[in-house]
């Protein structure tokens, strides 16, 4: 294994006696994509800036490819290799696309000679900097609109742009701090996107908050939590771990993991078409209530604590692998069927449904008894009244 690109070793910040990080302990490899995560007050702010040398440690030490930089000043620490990007863009409105990339790539020009180009005249490194903006122009999507005015940017765009600005300054670490909030779901994919292939060449270090986001970026994920680190793991290992969910939600989960995934699996079903119907909604709380418990007022509060772990958009080549027993994929299959019944099947659904059978892998005739049980339903007593509330309307079968 290479050596760490980063190593933090039981590192405290106090401010006046209140641990805003707690004898943590962290490293990473060169060349890692890493996401960190945590609620609001977790200390992750204060994580980059014990990296940046904004904050000193009151004990502990960070090393950067193996250098100590307790007492290096700031400025000093950037110069090291660490760059980092603020939640705001901080860009020149005024000046165009290329211009900020120009300036960043070489800090040693001012602005004046940016604007006014080479009046000296054979810089011999102009040329390698023009090739360089161009390439970043292309990573950040944004070569057509090179001769913009910042200004006229979106802000998913300035955000982009400034990622850019960051990497013209070839850092070995990139730090960024919430690079999606406030984009729309379309700008926050190319954010994303574009971190992954930097991640190519840089190590980088992303804070961030929206799930979805990191669940598309992520491949290591360190959960913060009270200024310690809680957690480490992929997405898929951290989202079921009992002590996430209580760091997020404030309460910890009643439901056991199978149960969860069972939960995920229906989500994603009633996801396939890009619309989760309220019907849709009621089968799966109603049902998986009912079967993770007999008792009426404990089903209620279940109903309600399931809402919460309806996560979207994680797919079923994830989920499915994960169960373990036939009765947890017979149960997923019949929840998976009445799902797409309880409204029309419509294409994008059966296209889902064809692909969950595959994954399922269970025998035909399994499969044809659950949908013919499930088929029965519906035209007995057609339509199957799931009620607003499960206690009035306690299905014939259980799942
Ligand atoms: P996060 O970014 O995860 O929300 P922060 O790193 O900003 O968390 O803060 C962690 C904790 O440290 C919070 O409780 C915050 O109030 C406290 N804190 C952060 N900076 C200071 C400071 N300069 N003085 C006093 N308390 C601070
Ligand atoms: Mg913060």
Redesign the pocket.
């Known amino acids: 294994m290479p050596a760490p690109i980063l190593e933090i070793d039981n590192l405290t910040v106090s ?2 006696g ?1 641990k ?2 707690n004898n943590l302990t962290f490293a990473m490899q060169p060349g890692e994509l890493r996401v960190i995560i ?10 980059l ?1 014990i990296i940046t040398g904004k ?1 000193q440690p009151t004990s502990g030490t960070v090393r950067f490819k193996g250098k100590n930089l307790s007492k290096i000043p700031e400025h000093q620490i950037s110069r090291l290799g660490i760059g980092r990007k603020f939640q705001t863009p901080r860009v020149y409105l005024n000046l165009t696309v290329r211009e900020n990339l120009d300036l960043a790539a070489n800090r040693r020009k001012n602005v004046l000679a940016t604007l006014f180009g080479n009046l000296t005249g054979g810089d011999k490194y102009a040329n390698a900097d023009r090739h360089t903006v161009i390439l970043l122009l292309e990573t950040i999507s944004l070569s057509s609109k090179a001769d913009l005015p910042a200004n006229l940017l979106s802000h998913g765009e300035k955000q982009r742009l400034e990622i850019g600005m960051l990497v013209a300054q070839s850092p070995d670490l990139l730090l960024v701090d919430e690079p999606v909030a406030g984009l729309t779901d379309e700008e926050t994919e190319r954010v994303g996107d574009l971190l992954i292939s930097l991640a190519q060449s840089h190590s980088i270090i992303v ?1 961030e908050h929206d799930m979805e986001f990191v669940r598309q970026i992520a491949r290591q994920v360190t959960v ?1 939590h009270q ?1 310690s680190v809680l957690c480490e793991g992929t997405m898929d290992e951290i989202q079921d771990d009992p002590r996430v969910i209580e760091v997020y939600l404030g309460q910890a989960p009643t439901v056991t993991q199978e149960q969860m995934r069972m939960l995920r699996i229906a989500a994603a079903m009633a996801w396939a078409d890009g619309n989760f119907a309220p019907e849709q909604m009621r089968v799966i709380l109603n049902r998986l209530s009912q079967q993770f418990s007999d008792d009426p007022a404990h089903q209620s509060e279940l109903r309600e604590e399931l809402k919460n772990y309806l996560g979207k958009e994680i797919s079923l080549e994830t989920l499915v692998p994960q169960l373990t027993t036939e009765g947890e994929r017979e149960t997923v299959l019949r929840l998976s069927y009445e799902i797409i019944r309880s409204n029309t099947i419509n294409e994008a659904e059966n296209v889902v449904y064809q692909k969950l059978l595959e994954l399922l892998n269970l025998p035909p005739e399994i499969v044809q008894s659950i949908e013919a049980e499930i088929e029965a339903q519906y035209t007995e007593v057609a339509p199957v009244n799931l009620g607003k509330d499960a206690e009035t309307s306690p299905p014939s079968e259980t799942l």
């Open positions: 401010f006046d209140f805003a990080l945590g609620p609001n007050g977790a200390g992750k702010t204060t994580f800036d904050v804070i913060l200024g």
